[in-house]
């Protein structure tokens, strides 16, 4: 999921999440989580989609913001 999130591409996000193939609170190995890489890229639409899938910021992230 980082990496389609890291592409911008929402589709993909959309299926992975749909089938369950991965999680909406990944992390990156700094420790940030895919939510808050689509919101630092400005990626608005995919950070909604992870919010709502029950992604939620982790403390890392809070840490970089």
């Known amino acids: 999921i980082l990496a389609a999130v890291g592409e911008g591409n929402i589709k993909l996000v959309e299926q992975l999440l ?3 193939a991965d999680d909406a609170n990944s992390q990156n190995k ?4 895919a939510r808050f890489i689509a ?8 950070a909604a989609l992870l919010r709502d899938s029950g992604a ?8 970089l913001a």
């Open 18 to 20: 749909a089938n369950g």
């Open 30 to 33: 700094a420790g940030c989580s």
């Open 39 to 46: 919101i630092s890229q400005g990626r608005a639409n995919i």
């Open 56 to 63: 939620v910021l982790s403390p890392e992230d809070e840490e």
